[in-house]
């Protein structure tokens, strides 16, 4: 069993509070995990909207013409965000606020934020894995943020990150409020199986890789 990773940020902060914590965390070790990067009022609403979601959709590997489900790597089914919705925007402009930080501060040249929510049943998972091959130049930023609250070590789906100096892996509680941010090529890391149903919202800052012969796929 993983041991789980001490979780103690305090929740004194607004969310821009913390960008430049994410900054230096980026710059010093490529990772962060902030236990309470938002509070209730933020993520509250964000939890009841995805679990108002009707249609989920079984996640997959892959992009475009390689996309196919493998439910030996990943179980969890995904709903991509809504610019149009009240919730969804409000997560999707706050994003917005750290792209432009991070361009400023870490010169990332990140492009665009797309993101979804992912929802775990019992027992569902997703190996370890990495979010992006490396030179593949595409998402370049991993970042979660879990929807769970009251969540205990016995409900399972942790998230566990693999740096390099600790191949044993740092485990973390998907607890509400709480954010994972991280070098998309360069850091190993999966969800242990839920025991109870789980939510969060993956995302991806990318880089556009359009040329002057291909355009950058849509998600």
């Given at each position: 069993?993983?041991?789980?990773?001490?979780?103690?940020?305090?929740?004194?902060?607004?969310?821009?509070?913390?960008?430049?914590?994410?900054?230096?965390?980026?710059?010093?070790?490529?990772?962060?995990?902030?236990?309470?990067?938002v509070d209730q009022s933020f993520w509250?609403?964000?939890?009841?909207?995805?679990?108002?979601?009707?249609?989920?959709?079984?996640?997959?590997?892959?992009?475009?013409?390689?996309?196919?489900?493998?439910?030996?790597?990943?179980?969890?089914?995904?709903?991509?965000?809504?610019?149009?919705?009240?919730?969804?925007?409000?997560?999707?402009?706050?994003?917005?606020?750290?792209?432009?930080?991070?361009?400023?501060?870490?010169?990332?040249?990140?492009?665009?934020?797309?993101?979804?929510?992912?929802?775990?049943?019992?027992?569902?998972?997703?190996?370890?894995?990495?979010?992006?091959?490396?030179?593949?130049?595409?998402?370049?930023?991993?970042?979660?943020?879990?929807?769970?609250?009251?969540?205990?070590?016995?409900?399972?789906?942790?998230?566990?990150?693999?740096?390099?100096?600790?191949?044993?892996?740092?485990?973390?509680?998907?607890?509400?409020?709480?954010?994972?941010?991280?070098?998309?090529?360069?850091f190993p890391h999966e969800v242990l199986?839920?025991?109870?149903?789980?939510?969060?919202?993956?995302?991806?800052?990318?880089?556009?890789?359009?040329?002057?012969?291909?355009?950058?796929?849509?998600?």
């Amino acid at each position: 069993m993983i041991p789980l990773a001490l979780q103690s940020f305090s929740a004194s902060l607004p969310p821009e509070g913390y960008f430049e914590v994410i900054v230096d965390a980026l710059r010093d070790k490529g990772w962060i995990v902030l236990p309470n990067f938002v509070d209730q009022s933020f993520w509250l609403p964000l939890l009841q909207r995805a679990q108002s979601i009707d249609d989920y959709t079984p996640a997959g590997i892959g992009r475009g013409d390689s996309f196919r489900e493998n439910p030996f790597v990943r179980s969890d089914a995904i709903r991509w965000l809504d610019r149009d919705n009240g919730e969804d925007g409000q997560w999707l402009a706050l994003m917005e606020e750290l792209r432009l930080v991070l361009n400023s501060r870490l010169f990332l040249g990140l492009f665009e934020f797309e993101c979804h929510y992912a929802s775990y049943g019992c027992g569902s998972f997703y190996k370890r894995h990495l979010d992006a091959f490396k030179g593949q130049g595409i998402r370049i930023l991993s970042v979660v943020l879990y929807l769970n609250p009251q969540w205990q070590p016995g409900d399972g789906g942790e998230f566990v990150i693999y740096p390099e100096d600790a191949p044993e892996g740092h485990a973390f509680l998907p607890r509400a409020g709480t954010m994972a941010v991280f070098l998309s090529e360069d850091f190993p890391h999966e969800v242990l199986p839920a025991n109870r149903v789980r939510y969060s919202i993956a995302g991806w800052f990318r880089i556009n890789t359009t040329t002057g012969e291909i355009l950058d796929p849509p998600h």
